[in-house]
């Protein structure tokens, strides 16, 4: 509740004086997240079914055999889908097509590449990403919000200074901010994206990729709202 001595509005006696905080860091990532997507085709439903969850299957344990550097794994939409011949009168199926996505985060940056690379390598398989990203209690988000503000209570006492007088009392403190962190440029947003179609015979592994982590830019925004002893106009 706002007391008489510091009511919600500027009075000659008690200016108010409002201001904007800001602060952008930029960070390295925590994780990395990638998406995999498996694919079955065939003019029998039960063939193409069990395919897809043999591919699943390796998928998954190709994924759980790098232990704790997979921080997290999930299983997304499966779909299996009739696909009808086209220009035939009637409900002819002319093959199945069944998909199931997995998404991994991963911890060890040093292993991001030779798994996702592992893992286009396997047949009828695609793989996207990374994403980098940092964890929702990451640290960088307490630094941002204490350096914005900072920025807010160092640009009161500028304005005040500028009418030779001080800032009294803080009425309101608003966290502005939208959005979360952001790679570090627009380029960087951009996924990898690999993959390999089924053959007959089973080639070398291949050599790990290259992917190196991308920084990520933090923000944080407020807006605080501050009287001020009257100045001496």
Known sequence: MTSPQNPPYGTPDTPLLTVRGEAELEVDPEIARIAVTLTARGRDRRTTLDDLTRRNATALDLLK?????????????????????PHRRGERVRTYRGTVRLTAELTDFAALGELATR?????????????????PTSPAHRTARRHAVHDAVQRAREYAEALDTTVAALLELTDTATGGPRPRSAFDRHTVRFSRAAADAEPQDPEPLDLEPQRIQVHAEVTARFTMNPPAL
């Open 65 to 85: 055999s790098y232990g704790d550097s997979v921080e997290n794994l999930s299983t997304g939409a499966l779909t299996l889908t009739p696909e009808l011949e």
């Open 119 to 135: 893992l286009a390598d396997l047949e009828l398989t695609r793989v996207d990403g990374p994403w980098w990203d940092l964890r």
